[in-house]
């Protein structure tokens, strides 16, 4: 619609994985030697790990270009969901029979090809894109497939690129194996502000026009890396809104306000009418409720919008001593912290739909809203971080969480699986959640659930949504702060000390399972018990108690003092045992 205005020759922001589209930022960069350095070395696995839209595809087609005729590719663009439809898919690719196969004839005939490959000086490779769909019976039997070797050289060298999940399935203890073999791991990594204004220059004026181009200023740039999170595949949605807005407005120049407006768009898919639906909000909450966004002091007041954000008591019966005075990043004015009992909303309390939530989000940055969080959900064991003032300096977001739990003696554990998990571990945790429009990701603390509404706090302000809504911003990572009861060290069943396995015979014990030999032997019977539990619960079977089950076991154990996510289930009990 608008190449001929902007004198384009091709739409510069397309969503196609194109080799001619593709920009080198520094993780980029750095993918790319390090696949092109395994293919020279002969190594037999690597993992390229990236979040959606990181440019994974676009940089596996890229390196597949860039090869010579010496090797011999594979290049598995959607994995079956068996090993046998993996395998049959690879020799498809190879040119070779697979008609009424089972895995024994398919091996049989990749074998030879592979050996004959290497005859004749060539390097066979399998690229497997989206590799985190793959099961582990799956990655098992790739395992097995890169058995295939001479007396000196692997015969068959795999890469596996996908999502972080890739990263996380290949950590546990089922596939430790695959895991020893993988000789090289990278992970792509979103573009910093300075990339992004590179990435779009290069689109423009490298891919699109050699003509004059249509300027992006640094407001828009700043608001399209706010929007995107330097993620290359919304900077191209953003990008491209942009480029349609100007054109409807006769514009050449994509100012700071046409990128807000493209941003706001595609935020709420409202075009204009969101704006003016966010002003008239956003007056009536200054109107009826009176309050502040953010002063000059830095302090933060959330409002209160029609009951939907409700001021946290300060009162309950198990009150702590009074906070220090939080620090400006925190942006809370100190107040005696308190564990305030989680409430489910009832019929008074509105719900923030997602234009609601979104407003909010975009007022806050994760600087100023990390110790908010801390403060709301460590309220819930009845703990504070020693001295805020101490935390300050720290840039590392999660360096700053785990110290903060370590003041208060707990440990902090970072999960990056989703809402699913952290409903199974059921304890209270931080979230780290995309603002729709700002710089920077914004940090709640997810301190109740009931069935489909969650209430989420920052600081002395309570909002309730609904999961769906809070799914919608949640980036994927969370911080869970818990107490090891126990002293647990490592992991149960393959690096823990005597003293751990015991306790946790002990534990399982006041749980209802065993009777167990009291020795401090991880046996049999142990790994059995862990795993019915962990099948239970939906976790990762594997039969080792890691950080995670022992999260979860601590959380289900009725004779500890241990805060619930969930209203639905009595606190400290599993309705289950």
């Not at 070395?41 to 839209?53: K, L, P, R, S, Y």
């Amino acid at each position: 619609m608008y190449k001929a205005f902007f004198g384009f020759t091709e739409r510069p922001f397309k969503l196609v994985p194109s080799p001619d589209f593709f920009f080198l930022s520094k993780s980029h960069e750095e993918a790319m030697a390090h696949l092109s350095y395994a293919v020279s070395q002969g190594d037999g696995f690597v993992a390229v790990t990236g979040e959606v839209g990181a440019g994974k595809t676009t940089l596996c087609r890229t390196f597949l270009e860039q090869l010579n005729d010496s090797v011999e590719v594979a290049y598995i663009l959607n994995p079956g969901d068996s090993a046998l439809q993996l395998i049959k898919s690879i020799c498809q690719e190879f040119g070779l029979s697979v008609d009424g196969s089972d895995m024994h004839a398919l091996i049989n005939r990749l074998n030879p090809f592979l050996l004959n490959s290497r005859r004749a000086g060539k390097t066979v490779l399998v690229l497997i894109d989206e590799a985190q769909h793959l099961r582990r019976s799956v990655l098992e039997q790739l395992r097995l497939l890169s058995n295939l070797e001479t007396a000196h050289d692997k015969l068959l060298q795999i890469i596996l690129v996908g999502q972080p999940e890739l990263m996380t399935a290949l950590q546990t203890h089922a596939l430790r194996q695959l895991r020893q073999r993988i000789s090289l791991t990278c992970r792509l990594m979103p573009f910093t502000r300075v990339e992004t204004r590179q990435y779009i220059s290069h689109r423009i004026n490298r891919v699109a026009t050699h003509m004059p181009a249509p300027v992006f200023t640094k407001q828009a740039v700043r608001r399209i890396h706010g929007y995107s999170g330097g993620t290359p595949r919304l900077i191209n949605i953003a990008c491209d809104r942009a480029l349609l807005v100007a054109f409807s407005g006769n514009q050449k120049r994509i100012s700071g306000r046409v990128a807000r407006r493209a941003v706001a768009e595609l935020s709420a898919d409202g075009g204009p009418a969101f704006f003016l639906k966010r002003w008239i909000m956003a007056g009536a909450v200054l109107a009826v409720v009176g309050l502040a966004w953010w002063g000059m002091d830095g302090s933060i007041e959330f409002a209160r919008r029609s009951g939907a954000v409700a001021p946290v008591p300060r009162a309950a019966p198990h009150a702590l001593p009074a906070q220090a005075d939080a620090p400006a990043e925190s942006g809370i004015t100190a107040a005696p912290a308190v564990a305030a009992s989680p409430q489910a909303p009832d019929a008074s309390v509105s719900i923030l739909s997602r234009a609601q939530l979104g407003e909010l989000l975009d007022r806050h940055d994760d600087r100023f809203t990390r110790m908010a969080a801390v403060d709301a959900v460590f309220s819930r064991w009845r703990h504070t971080p020693a001295s805020a003032a101490d935390l300050t300096f720290l840039q590392d977001d999660g360096l700053f969480f785990r110290q903060a739990a370590r003041q208060a003696g707990m440990r902090m554990q970072r999960l990056d699986q989703g809402l699913d998990l952290l409903e199974i571990i059921d304890l209270p945790a931080i979230l780290q959640l995309w603002s729709p429009t700002a710089l920077h990701q914004v940090y709640v603390g997810w301190v109740s659930r009931d069935h489909d509404h969650v209430m989420l706090e920052a600081g002395d302000a309570r909002m309730h949504t609904t999961r769906d809504v809070l799914a919608s911003f949640f980036s994927g990572v969370a911080y869970v702060p818990w107490k090891n009861f126990y002293d647990y060290q490592g992991v149960m069943g393959v690096d823990a000390p005597g003293e751990s396995v015991l306790a946790l015979k002990l534990q399982l014990m006041q749980m209802g399972l065993g009777p167990f030999a009291m020795t401090d032997a991880y046996d049999a019977q142990t790994r059995l018990a862990v795993t019915g539990l962990q099948q239970r619960w939906g976790l990762d079977a594997d039969g080792f108690a890691g950080p995670i089950t022992q999260m979860a076991l601590y959380g289900r154990c009725g004779s500890l003092d241990v805060p619930r996510l969930s209203l639905s289930s009595p606190s400290g009990a599993d309705k289950s045992e």
